[in-house]
C-alpha cells in the first residue's frame, strides 16, 4: 500500500463503507489502511480515533489533501 497514492487508499477506504462482514484478514487490512494514510502525512482523526476506525460515511481529502473529511 505505500507505494499507493493517497487518492487510491481513499477510494479503498470507500469501498469499505457499510460492510458489515468482518474477518481478522479484513482487521488487518483496515489497520495498515489507516497506518498508511497516516504514514503519507494524513490525518485520519475523522475516523479513527487510535483504537476503533469507522466505516460508518465515505470520506474524502479536504482541499489541502492532508485531512480525511466526511464527503
Same mark, same amino acid.
Given at each position: ?15 469499505? +463503507?457499510?460492510?458489515? =462482514? ?8 483496515? @489497520? ?6 497516516? !504514514? %503519507?502525512? +494524513?490525518?485520519?482523526? =475523522? ?8 466505516? @460508518? ?6 482541499? !489541502? %489533501?492532508?485531512?480525511?473529511?466526511? =464527503?
Amino acid at each position: 500500500m505505500a507505494k499507493r497514492s493517497v487518492e487510491s487508499l481513499i477510494d479503498e477506504f470507500n469501498q469499505q +463503507v457499510g460492510s458489515r =462482514a468482518w474477518t481478522s484478514i479484513r482487521g488487518l487490512h483496515d @489497520s495498515v489502511l489507516i497506518d498508511t494514510l497516516i !504514514a %503519507k502525512g +494524513v490525518d485520519v482523526s =475523522a475516523v479513527y480515533d487510535g483504537v476503533t476506525i469507522s466505516f @460508518s460515511k465515505k470520506v474524502k481529502l479536504n482541499d !489541502a %489533501k492532508n485531512k480525511v473529511i466526511f =464527503a
